[in-house]
Antibody, heavy 115, light 107 residues
Framework: EVQLVESGGGLAQPGGSLRLSCAAS????????MSWVRQVPGKGLEWVGR??????????DYAASVKGRFTISRDDSKNMLFLQMMSLKTEDTGLYYC??????WGQGTLVTVSS | DIQMTQSPSSLSASVGDRVTITCRAS??????LNWYQQKPGKAPRLLIY???SLQSGVPSRFSGSGSGTDFTLTISSLQPEDFATYYC?????????FGQGTKLEIK
């Protein structure tokens, strides 16, 4: 069974940074296009960004709301996905999900940005 | 960015009803359209991918149709476990986007 386990969430101050991780198992991670999606509790889903597989170029795309502040990377040797978040804003608060292809979702890690 | 507009935003229905949710894209997305179901406290679950393909393990009462800009998700006979929020999602453009969601409630 595919498993995606996010970690690294927590409390950060506005202007601060956090690094989220996602550990994948039972999946062909090397070939997977991986995304981060976030959700303010009680609200809708917001796509954050995506990284393609290295065989498809390994390029990244980001939502306008996070472009220039967030960076997605991957370590295929360890089946790991990362989200480096800088210059955090209060509106970045939410539950962050790791998504493989468009099919498989983790359970999310909560990020709270507050002073 | 491609905007995805779902309707209705909320819907009340009864067990056994046939329900249709629509999703409109601001430009053609061919059939790069996925549908998710989300229950409170849970991660979204993929129901339909590529507009009309049923994800493995999803009951056949769920179906999807459409192409271009207009799409529908149909539940042929509502079951108690289907009361949830449903999202459409486009994966056509480099910048993916979701619809705002449709909350399906028990009448």
């Amino acid at each position: 069974e595919v498993q995606l386990v996010e970690s690294g969430g927590g409390l950060a101050q506005p202007g601060g940074s956090l690094r989220l991780s996602c550990a994948a198992s039972e999946i062909n991670f090397r070939n997977a296009w991986m995304s981060w999606v976030r959700q303010v509790p009680g609200k809708g889903l917001e796509w954050v960004g995506r990284i393609k597989s290295k065989t498809d170029g390994g390029t990244t795309d980001y939502a306008a709301s996070v472009k220039g502040r967030f960076t997605i990377s991957r370590d295929d040797s360890k089946n790991m996905l990362f989200l480096q978040m800088m210059s955090l804003k209060t509106e970045d608060t939410g539950l962050y999900y790791c998504v493989a292809y468009v099919s498989y979702w983790g359970q999310g890690t909560l990020v709270t940005v507050s002073s | 960015d491609i905007q995805m507009t779902q309707s209705p935003s909320s819907l009340s229905a009864s067990v056994g009803d046939r329900v249709t949710i629509t999703c409109r894209a601001s430009q053609s997305i061919r059939t790069y359209l996925n549908w998710y179901q989300q229950k409170p406290g849970k991660a979204p679950r993929l129901l339909i991918y590529a507009a009309s393909s049923l994800q493995s393990g999803v009951p056949s009462r769920f179906s999807g149709s459409g192409s271009g800009t207009d799409f529908t998700l149909t539940i042929s006979s509502l079951q108690p476990e289907d009361f949830a929020t449903y999202y459409c999602h486009q994966s056509y453009s480099p910048l993916y986007t979701f619809g705002q969601g449709t909350k399906l409630e028990i009448k």
